[in-house]
């Protein structure tokens, strides 16, 4: 059997879009965690699953490269969205899509084409609804990795974050305390770290460890998180541009409490793969 997929990325964050609104696949975890590899696979960070949907326009599911589901993926959505626009699939510009997150609202910039901003929906700082095992709001609480005391803000943009402010992100070891990070205890549905620079409080540096797919060049909850932390702790103005591997998102926290995102996404090529 055949599988048809689409690969896309978002500042480097890249994916394969699957259409299962007329199929099902079994065993789709390991197929995923299968075609994700680099060198034997399709190389991806995650999947996304286009479904039909009840309560919305579509439906997306998503898979970590470790075959995974996970609740949101913000550079995801923007691929997706994309995605459904160059097909015709609809033509309205402002979409509905339903994740295990909730409903997201990605909208195409009538500007520019490539850019897609998305309604990332408010935040989560209620550290049992994060999760993490803490009531109240996660601020600058410490947390010890490697021998190493962190201070860490903890927030949930529909999967859960822990920001941590670092001087030099670029000289950052990322790939030492990502995974340590990831899977401490005091995050019982493990965590994406987020390691971020202030340059100034309207630029961040930034560097993520994704829960389940390692070191991305660029997350975009992650990105919002990183904002909403930056924000309450007086670091940063609402509106913030973040430096990631991969190129640049806008971040807006606006006044009604939501969180804005603007980024590119692109189609790279089209295939199939045998199963």
Known sequence: MKIRFTKMQGLGNDFIVLDLRKRDI?????????????????GFDQALVLRNSDKADFRMDIYNSDGGMVEMCGNGIRCLATYIWKRGLKKKN???????????????????????????????????LIPVRAKGVVIDRRLKAAGRTFRITCVSMGNPHCVIFVKDVDAFP?????????????????TNVEFIEVVNSKRIKMRVWERGAGET?????????????????????????????GGKLQITRARDGHVYMTGPAEEVFEGTIDV
């Open 174 to 190: 990322v790939e030492k305390y990502g995974p340590l990070i990831e899977t401490n205890g005091f995050f019982p549905q493990r």
């Open 217 to 245: 060049l660029a997350c975009g909850t992650g990105a919002s998180a990183a904002v909403v932390a930056a924000n309450i702790k007086g670091l940063t103005q609402r509106s913030v541009s973040v430096m990631l591997k």
């Open 94 to 128: 402002r979409l509905e899509i339903e994740t295990p997150a909730g409903i997201i609202r990605p909208e195409r910039s009538s500007e520019n084409a490539s850019l897609v901003t998305v309604d990332m929906g408010e935040p989560v700082l209620e550290g049992q």
């Open 26 to 42: 079994k065993n789709l975890p390991a197929l995923v965690k299968k075609f994700s590899d680099r060198r034997f696979g399709i």
